[in-house]
Antibody
Framework: EEKLVESGGGLVQPGGSQTISCAAS????????MNWFRQAPGKGLEWVSY????????YYADSVRGRFTTSRDNANNLLYLQMTSLRGEDTGIYFC????????WGQGTPVTVSS | DVVLTQSPLSLSVTPGQPASISCRSS???????????LNWFQQRPGQSPRRLIY???NRDSGVPDRFNGSGSGTDFTLKIGRVETDDVGVYYC??????????FGGGTKVDIK
């Protein structure tokens, strides 16, 4: 079964940092381009970042560029999103997903930025 | 950035009746490779999104054939042939023709009468 499981979300203070992870199984992770998406409470879906299969190419939404970094560990089938200088508007559920030839989404991990 | 506009914002449907959702793009979604990259996602309450349709009209594995995507250029439609109670949720179109960024429509909420 192809599966993505996010972890590492939680409550963080404004200006703080958090790193969330995504563990992949059931498919050849090292061959898969990956994305992070997020969804603010009661709102729609927003793309956050992309990373190529090798990890050499990354793209970011304007709203997070310079603050968020996506990376991957292909040896251990892990995807990461390192978030710094967090703001209230970064609050939401964060999903890792692949959306190329096949589409898989994790269940999401909640990140709450609040004092 | 490509702006996708969905309509209606919400839809209340009697089980067994059809439903239709529109997605209009601010620019053509035809890629230089000749393909048109428009996807449809379903998000049931409390669940993560699930892709139903890719490249306008191709159903993902396991998606019932009552879900059909159509359209071209800037105008696209998702039709549900006969709505079932399981279809309750929010439907989003998403383009990956001209990215970054990947962009979504605002969503259409479908509920059952």
């Amino acid at each position: 079964e192809e599966k993505l499981v996010e972890s590492g979300g939680g409550l963080v203070q404004p200006g703080g940092s958090q790193t969330i992870s995504c563990a992949a199984s059931g498919f050849i992770f090292r061959n898969s381009e990956m994305n992070w998406f997020r969804q603010a409470p009661g709102k729609g879906l927003e793309w956050v970042s992309y990373i190529s299969s090798s990890g050499n190419v990354m793209y970011y939404a304007d709203s997070v560029r310079g603050r968020f970094t996506t990376s991957r560990d292909n040896a251990n089938n892990l995807l990461y999103l390192q978030m710094t200088s967090l703001r209230g508007e970064d609050t939401g559920i964060y999903f890792c997903a692949r959306i190329t030839s096949r589409s898989n989404w994790g269940q999401g991990t909640p990140v709450t930025v609040s004092s | 950035d490509v702006v996708l506009t969905q309509s209606p914002l919400s839809l209340s449907v009697t089980p067994g009746q059809p439903a239709s959702i529109s997605c209009r793009s601010s620019q053509s979604l035809v890629h230089s490779d000749g393909n048109t990259y428009l996807n449809w996602f379903q998000q049931r309450p409390g669940q993560s999104p699930r892709r139903l349709i890719y490249k306008v009209s191709n159903r993902d594995s396991g998606v019932p054939d009552r879900f059909n995507g159509s359209g071209s250029g800037t105008d696209f439609t998702l039709k549900i042939g006969r709505v079932e109670t399981d279809d309750v949720g929010v439907y989003y179109c998403m383009q990956d023709a001209h990215w970054p960024p990947l962009t979504f429509g605002g969503g259409t909420k479908v509920d059952i009468k």
